[in-house]
């Protein structure tokens, strides 16, 4: 076995850790921000880096090339977020410029390729170690369990404080495809695109139904023509082996790339940014 490595689902580990600091003054606490990141990072760097060696910061981009797909593509997480107290413009632009500082300054690799998300960075990398070396994922999302059909791919979940295991990531692929993911904007397979931003209900899948669709699939290789068009969508959106090829090959050169921060610069950084509580830490990072 080769050497192991942590990847951090970073923005949706970061965003879980602002909602637990419901206090937090982002016009007076851009400095709070700062430790919340680093903390985090420290915190999994530690409880992991023996077992599964080095923390790999897994970034999303702008524009995410499934919205080529299907452009309703995470549509009502904008709405819901304009529902929210936080000020998330504020949040993300303050999440960018600690992300930039700690990429000069870490000696982390903080992989973000345009137009991908931390999923597609995750899954890419994770699938191009796993055939010889050990890997965990850190993220509370279920998608990455199709990723498990690799044994050297392991899962933790931050917010239930354990390991995910999935018995039969084939199985688990095929119905998170036929149901999609209402919270990415993905509907079933028997609805519209645009279901989830409209008045339009979702068509009800039954289990009589998804067990036709298992059974055609199994004796022919394909659904039914009706289907064809939403099985494809839903499968380009969700079945992480689909990532588009031109994509895969940046996250791997980005990937391959030496850190540009090293450990020499972290206490002048501490200093600079009156992280005291961070400093008393230094050696964890």
């Known amino acids: 076995m080769g050497r192991t490595l942590i990847l951090l689902d970073n923005n949706q580990i970061i965003i879980a850790s602002i909602f637990q600091c ?4 982002l016009d007076q606490e851009e400095s709070m921000l700062r430790h919340i990141v680093l903390n985090t990072y420290r915190m999994y760097r530690n409880q992991f880096r023996e077992t599964y060696g080095e923390l790999v910061i897994c970034h999303d981009s702008a524009n995410c090339w499934r919205k080529d797909i299907l452009k309703e593509y995470k549509a009502n997480r904008k709405a819901k977020q304009s529902t929210d107290n936080i000020d998330w413009d504020k ?3 303050q999440l960018t410029l600690i992300r930039d500082e700690i990429r000069e300054v870490f000696p982390y690799k903080n992989i973000q390729v345009p137009r991908t998300e931390a999923d597609d960075v995750i899954a ?7 055939h010889s070396e050990k890997v965990l994922i850190i993220s ?4 990455f369990q199709q990723l498990q059909d690799c044994d050297n791919i392991h899962q933790y979940s931050p917010m239930k404080k354990t390991f995910l295991h999935c018995e039969s990531p084939k199985d688990f692929l095929m119905e998170h495809i ?11 397979i028997l609805s519209d695109d645009d279901v989830f931003v409209t008045d339009k209900r979702q068509k009800r899948l039954t289990q009589k139904m998804k067990d036709s669709i298992y059974e055609d699939l199994k004796t022919t290789g394909s659904v039914s ?10 499968k380009s959106l969700i079945d992480l082996r689909m990532i588009p090829k031109e994509y895969q090959n940046l996250i791997i050169q980005e990937y391959r790339k030496t850190p540009v921060g090293n450990r020499s610069k972290i206490l002048d950084y501490m200093i600079k940014f009156k992280l005291k509580n961070l400093t008393e830490h230094i050696e964890e990072f």
């Open 178 to 188: 036929l149901k999609g993911d209402s919270s990415d904007g993905i509907p079933n």
């Open 22 to 25: 419901s206090n937090l003054d």
């Open 225 to 234: 023509s009706d289907l064809v068009s939403n099985w494809e969508r839903n």
């Open 91 to 93: 949040v993300f632009d």
């Open 140 to 143: 509370n999302d279920k998608d």
């Open 124 to 130: 890419v990398i994770a699938r191009y170690h796993c």
